[in-house]
C-alpha cells in the first residue's frame, strides 16, 4: 500500500510539472518595432518593446534610444496605424492615425495603470539622460498579449500624471514614438 501511495504521488507531482511547463510555454509574446512620429509618418527606428503574458498582468519590455531624458506617458492606442491625421482645421497630428487611447469598456477616464479608466493606460516609461529606456513594465490589468493585437503603443512628449486634472490624458502632450502591434 506504501508503494503505491509513493508512486501515485510521484504520478500526482509529475503531472503537476507538465501542467505547469504546459501554461508556461503557452505564454504569448508580441514584439513591436517603436519609430519616432513626424507629420509625414513614421521617422527614424527608435528600438523596440516586447509584450509577454505574465503572471501578474502583461509585462513590456523596453529596448528605446533616442528619446529626450526624463518621464513619457505610454500608452495603447485604439488603432493599429502611427499614420498622421490632418483635422478638420487641417491641423497635422503625428501618429493621429492610432485614434485615443484604448478603451473598449468606454470609461472615458484616464487612471493609469492600476485605475479603472482606461484600458490603454501603461505604466510611464522614464529614459535616462543618453535618451536609452530599457524596463520592464506591467500592466496589471491588462491580463493577455491578444488584448493587444490590432492596436498601436505610443509614447507621448511629457510624463503622465495618471491623471485628467490639471492636463488631459495625463498631460503626456504630443506623440513622440508609436509602433503597430501586429
Known sequence: MAA?????????AGAATVLLAAGAAS????TVPMSLTTPAGPGAPIGEVTA????GGVVFHLDLHGLPPGQHGFHVHANPSCAPATAADGKVTPAGGAGGHLDPAKTGMHMGPDGGGHL?????????ADGVAKADLTAPHIKSVA????????LHAGGDNYADQPAPLGGGGARLACGVIP
Open 4 to 12: 503505491a501511495r509513493r508512486r501515485w504521488a510521484g504520478l500526482t
Open 27 to 30: 505564454a504569448e509574446s508580441v
Open 52 to 55: 509577454t503574458d505574465g503572471a
Open 120 to 128: 490603454g493606460d501603461l505604466p510611464f516609461v522614464t529614459a535616462a
Open 147 to 154: 488584448d493587444l493585437h490590432g492596436h498601436a503603443l505610443m
